[in-house]
Every structure is written in C-alpha cells, then in structure tokens.
T-cell receptor, first 116, second 114 residues
C-alpha cells in the first residue's frame, strides 16, 4: 500500500518555465489537496478536490492550476513559474466516513521546487 | 471560518522533561482537531485526532491531547521527551462531517536537549 505518492521529489525551474506535479493515491479517497509549505507560514491550501472531475480554489490559488481527471490522481500545474513559487509542495488525500464524520488526511513526502 | 493558533514557533525541552505544545482554535461549528508531526525532509504524519468522542485523546509515540471547549484549546503533551521527538508539530482544525477544509497552524519546532 503506497499511500500518497508525489512526483517529482525535487525540481529546479527557470522563471517562466512550466511544469506539472503529479499526486497519486491508492486509498480510494474522495478528497485530495495541494498545499505549499513556507517557513513560518505553516501549510497553505492551494487547490482541492472533493471528487473526480471537481476542483476548487484554496487560500493561495494564483499562479496554479489543477486537474482531477481520475479519482486517484491530482495534478498541480505551474504555467509560468515565478521565484515566489519556490516552496515545498505537499499533496494530501482524505476520507470522510458517512454517519460518524470521521476523517483523516494522509500526506505525500513533498516536492521541493526551486524557481531561479 | 476556522483557524488555529499555535503559541511558540520554537520550543526547547530537556530530554526526559514534559513536552507541552499549545494550540487554540476558533470554529463556528463543532470542530475536529488534529496534531500532525513532520520529521525533517518528510511529509506530515498524524499523531492524534479529536472527533467529538473522548476529550482526552491518546496518540502515537506517547503523545496525548485534551480538548477543552471552555478554553478553545487542544494542547499536545508528552510526560517525558525523547531525542527522537525533535520535529515540527502542526495543529489543525476542520468541521465535522462530509467535506470540510482542514486549516493548519503555523507549526512549532520542538528541540530536545540532551
């Protein structure tokens, strides 16, 4: 059981380049998220998805796009990278049990992105 | 709207001493509360969660937290710190049931001094 897998783990981009980060989960979770982590700022939600084919904006969506064409995958795209997007990116997925409302998020290992 | 405030971005304790990491929350609905731990260069791992059952929640590695509604707090404690507890700890809040966005605090780095 791999859990949540992020690809790639490290990347260096030049300003203006584009790239896509891939997140895959094998737990059949409905909900998936992309966060960025910056020193002293905790985790900030970029975009999230409550199911296949759906996406929504989080706290800091500008400069990013996402797609959830398959339930197990959640892609984060940077169309034109900027130095301000240098960060560690985490993908997460979660379940929510009907009836009890119990929930828990599982995180990937992170992608360290540097934009020069 | 929901939020959490973690008091102290850095906490240092001696090995064997009590660990106390503070978290206060704000929520307009009954909250679910979580503590996650992040070891260097790794993702976040769930330590424990409160989902409206017992107010004293026990987690992994000897950690526990108590939900206090009157104080809107969910502080994380461990009776005796171990060197391996050195990490960053995040408190988080979400609403109960269905999809509810999880909001994280800014994190507290725990240093354990030999």
């Amino acid at each position: 059981n791999a859990g949540v897998t992020q690809t790639p783990k490290f990347r260096v981009l030049k300003t203006g380049q584009s790239m896509t980060l891939l997140c895959a989960q094998d737990m059949n979770h409905e909900y998936m998220y992309w966060y960025r982590q910056d020193p002293g700022m905790g985790l900030r939600l970029i975009h999230y998805s409550v199911g296949e084919g759906t996406t929504a904006k989080g706290e800091v969506p500008d400069g990013y796009n996402v797609s959830r064409l398959k339930k197990q995958n959640f892609l984060l795209g940077l169309e034109s990278a900027a130095p301000s997007q240098t960060s560690v990116y985490f993908c997460a997925s979660s379940y929510s049990l009907r009836g009890t409302g119990d929930t828990e998020a599982f995180f990937g290992q992170g992608t360290r992105l540097t934009v020069v | 709207a929901q939020s959490v405030t973690q008091l102290g971005s850095h906490v240092s304790v001696s090995e064997g001493a009590l660990v106390l990491l503070r978290c206060n929350y704000s929520s307009s609905v009954p909250p679910y509360l979580f503590w996650y731990v992040q070891y260097p260069n790794q993702g976040l791992q769930l330590l424990l969660k409160y989902t409206s059952a017992a107010t004293l929640v026990k987690g992994i590695n000897g950690f526990e937290a108590e939900f206090k509604k009157s104080e809107t707090s969910f502080h994380l404690t461990k009776p005796s710190a171990h060197m391996s507890d050195a990490a960053e700890y995040f408190c988080a809040v979400s609403g109960a049931g269905g999809y509810q966005k999880v909001t994280f605090g800014t994190g507290t780095k725990l240093q354990v001094i030999p």
